[in-house]
């Protein structure tokens, strides 16, 4: 199991990706994909040290949370650039406390926090426990902080057990 | 113009014309927001919803008019949300450069100035990544 499928995830990735990437379903597209996603993550397995264990039902609640938020903060922000002067903006510096400790996590917290609008994550500290984040309107920064760190680093912490 | 435009010819329309419009909405954000931060947000969330919505026209297209399955919009979507906030990280990170070497002010800005860590810690810009932690990679 571990020297075929070193990383099953990556492999059904792989094989999803390849099929949805021809946009056909047949034996021949399963089968080169299958090949693909047995053969890459046989070779790369030495740069995948430690990685994260995921549960994959929390993943996709996850994924469905960010997507709603993406398109509800993207009205936010076409109204504040529409509508609010520039006097009135409130943009602001937020160090966020992570409790996240591995690289992937972080990764995917700041993506997250990137890709929702409103928000764009700017650098990690040095010694790893901190999160640089430039929020566009944010007059109460406490409050933005606490709404970040249970919405998403929450769900995360659920996710990457 | 003809008569017989179908339904899903004005569906498709409107999701385009909704996509353009949120394109539209981040290059004026880029245009009249005041400093380089704020200017950041504008292009990346016109490319998270306002491409969204064209994909979700060119998906809507082919599967009701031409009767045709697509699926590399979805991949499209994938491999853009997966870019789309390194390149934003990336020019924030020379921002920081420039704002400590005073080649760029944050003057036009009420955000104030970069917060500073506590204990002799700094960004990892500017310092390298502490021993033991997620940064290093000293041991793998």
Known sequence: ???????????????????????????????????????????????????????????????????????????????????KPNRDLKPAWLTIPLELTSPEVITVFAGTISLTPGTVSTDVSACGKFLLVHALHA???????????????ARLKGIFA | M??????????VSAVIVLGGGFALVG????VRLPSLMERLHGPTKA????????????????????????????????????????????????????????????????AGRVPSLPGGNDWATHQAPHEGTPGDFAGD
């Open chain 1, 1 to 83: 199991m571990n020297r075929l499928l070193p990383h099953p995830g990556l492999s059904v990735l792989l094989v999803v990706m390849w099929v949805v990437m021809v946009n056909d379903l047949t034996f021949g597209t399963l089968f080169l994909g299958l090949l693909v996603g047995v053969l890459v993550p046989m070779f790369t397995a030495p740069w995948w040290p430690g990685r994260p264990r995921v549960r994959f039902l929390p993943a996709i609640a996850y994924l469905a949370v960010v997507l709603g938020d993406i398109v509800v903060a993207n009205f936010q922000v076409a109204a504040i650039i529409l509508f």
């Open chain 1, 139 to 153: 007059p109460d920064p406490a409050t933005e902080i606490a709404k970040v760190k249970s919405r998403y680093e």
């Open chain 2, 2 to 11: 003809s008569a017989d435009v179908s339904l899903a010819e004005w569906l």
């Open chain 2, 27 to 30: 290059s004026w954000g880029l």
């Open chain 2, 47 to 110: 490319s998270t919803l306002g491409l969204g919505a064209m994909l979700v026209g060119s998906f809507l297209w082919f599967q009701l008019v031409e009767g045709v399955w697509t699926t590399h919009e979805l991949l499209i979507s994938v491999f853009l949300f997966v870019t789309a906030p390194i390149s934003a990280n990336m020019i924030a990170k020379v921002h920081l450069h420039r704002l400590r070497h005073g080649e760029a002010s944050e003057s036009g800005s009420s």
